[in-house]
């Protein structure tokens, strides 16, 4: 009981410090007009979409390192005979390979696995579109804007949002939440279950 009480308080100070965080960033503790807290609450809702987006990137490429690493691994023991090292061994030629891997693009990396038979040919397009996604995310300080794709008079000129998913906003909750973080997840727990345990 003891133990449980000491998480919960835990969990309650990390949910306060959290939110202080979170508020101090995006201006949403100050007492603003109620125009001005709006669109804080529009940027924060936005920068939370980008770290999503980035995190699920890095944590993919993660995985990817993994799997790669572990298939050249297996490859030096097949033409050497060698004992397999085991993931994240310390030894300096294990640690040496791993050094060149992490240094590799992230499409460079998607190529490999996808010639391995890590993620499928669909998985592999997917993962370049996240990285396409993610770069302007990086890259760009504004984002949930729209941009003008057809120039002309009045309603003749046709706009659309900078960053697309399925030819949808990808700010809108809705189709972060429904389709690009149920896609994108389906593909990062995949990889991540089917990590050896040693």
Not at 79 to 95: A, D, G, I, L, Q
Request: charged share 35%.
């Amino acid at each position: 009981m003891k133990r449980n009480n000491l998480y919960f308080s835990k969990i309650e100070k990390l949910k306060n410090e959290i939110e202080e965080i979170f508020k101090r960033i995006f201006g949403l503790d100050l007492k603003e007009e109620s125009w001005i807290l709006y669109e804080s609450y529009k940027e924060a809702k936005e920068n939370m979409i980008r770290l999503g987006v980035l995190w699920l990137q890095l944590a993919i490429e993660d995985l990817l390192e993994s799997f790669i690493t572990g298939h050249i691994y297996v490859a030096r023991k097949n033409v050497r005979r060698e004992k397999m090292p085991k993931y994240f061994t310390k030894s300096k030629r294990c640690k040496e390979i791993e050094k060149i891997i992490h240094k590799m693009k992230f499409i460079t990396k998607v190529k490999i696995a996808e010639n391995f038979n890590v993620i499928t040919k669909r998985e592999a397009k997917m993962l370049e579109k996240l990285w396409e996604i993610r770069c302007k995310l990086a890259h760009n300080w504004m984002v949930n804007k729209k941009i003008l794709v057809k120039k002309g008079k009045g309603s003749k000129r046709r706009y659309q949002p900078f960053i697309e998913y399925n030819g949808k906003n990808l700010f809108s909750g809705r189709v972060f939440l429904e389709e690009f973080d149920k896609d994108y997840s389906k593909i990062f727990l995949r990889l991540f279950n089917q990590l050896p345990l040693e």
